[in-house]
């Protein structure tokens, strides 16, 4: 199993990032108990939630700040603590000899200093707790020492943020994990896992309103390679006229259905987003634990209008979309429609213009 984790932790076994750059570090509690800190929600409103910091959750925070007399290249650029999990940003501001690997390991073993004094007696961590996490084991012998559990038994999870664009998003994203928490906490429904749907002899995993399962009218969002060649070489008007039909299809009512894969559908995805339509999206990969749909569906899974579908177990390893999955995505969404569906009319179209994101 460690061997696994490694493989998934590290993308490819021996991997060594030295360079400068920026790297999104989360150190997690596997067995997800909220010791870190407590989720605040003032008068149910997600918008406002906090985390109100625990003594372990302290100690944590004080061993990343700590993080920089021993490795003077890094420095703490943003963090957000939760109750089960820790997001950190780091900036190695110059190439490390070891690799930042050696640093969050070395993080890795205080947090878990730590993580065993808090087991022992929680109480401890409030006065002196690293000088008593490092005679601890002196005081209760080595081997009553070693079967306290550490809290933190997987690695922190690094991921290279390889061009300073990748920044504010990333922000965004540690910063709403408050948020995204309390909305699911307020609303468990939409966003927990559904196992066994049946639809059309296929059986799919679902994140999000069920109900949408139940509409009137359906229709897939496929943009044709062929359209795509006419626009390519100066002839927009079939695929600028489909696109538009979905758009003013889904103004009158029906469900659109579709991986989303090329451009074009991920701009109606976005047309739809912008303008609260509701609709199935087919997922390439199945929902770990945990799973959260990313900043854009977030709000539209939590306000009842997206599905989330998926005929596939859950794959870490799995990084890339082969083309035989487009295809085979793109026939559940043609499935759904016709199993679904009570009637459906050819859209017409409207002026691009109208429906462009900004």
């Avoid at 985390?51 to 420095?75: C, D, M, T, W």
Wanted: aromatic share 8%; net charge neutral; with cysteine.
């Amino acid at each position: 199993m460690t061997n696994n984790h490694d493989k998934w932790q590290w993308q490819e076994p021996d991997t060594v990032w030295k360079g400068a750059g920026l790297y999104h570090v989360t150190l997690t509690i596997p067995s997800r108990e909220p010791l870190l800190g407590s989720l605040v929600i003032p008068d149910g409103d997600a918008t406002q939630a906090r985390v109100e910091i625990l003594p372990l959750g302290k100690a944590v925070l004080n061993i990343q700040r700590q993080l920089s007399s021993f490795y003077p290249e890094i420095q703490i650029l943003h963090y957000c603590l939760m109750p089960d999990h820790l997001h950190a940003i780091w900036y190695v501001r110059q190439a490390m000899p070891r690799g930042i690997r050696a640093a969050v390991r070395g993080f890795w073993q205080e947090v878990k200093k730590v993580g065993r004094l808090s087991s022992f007696a929680p109480n401890l961590i409030r006065e002196n707790y690293q000088e008593r996490a490092k005679t601890l084991r002196e005081e209760i012998g080595a081997e009553r020492y070693d079967a306290l559990s550490p809290i933190f038994t997987e690695m922190p999870f690094v991921r290279p943020m390889g061009q300073r664009r990748q920044l504010p998003a990333t922000l965004r994203y540690i910063d709403m994990n408050p948020q995204r928490l309390a909305t699911k906490r307020l609303m468990p429904g939409f966003f927990r896992v559904q196992e066994g749907i049946e639809l059309a002899g296929r059986t799919y995993s679902g994140v999000g309103n069920i109900a949408l399962l139940q509409a009137e009218r359906y229709a897939p969002v496929h943009v044709r390679r062929m359209m795509v060649e006419a626009a390519e070489h100066g002839e927009p008007q079939q695929m600028r006229d489909y696109m538009n039909g979905c758009v003013l299809a889904a103004r009158k009512g029906t469900v659109m259905v579709s991986p989303f894969i090329s451009p074009q559908e991920k701009q109606v995805m976005e047309v739809l987003l912008k303008e609260e339509r509701p609709f199935i999206c087919i997922a390439d990969n199945g929902f770990r634990d945990y799973y959260k749909p990313h900043d854009g569906l977030f709000d539209a899974v939590a306000a009842g209008r997206v599905l989330i579908l998926s005929p596939w177990e859950y794959d870490a390893d799995k990084h890339h979309v082969t083309r035989a999955d487009c295809v085979a995505m793109n026939q559940m969404a043609e499935e759904i429609c016709n199993h679904c569906s009570l009637s459906s009319a050819p859209p017409n179209s409207i002026a691009l213009s109208s429906i462009e994101p900004d």
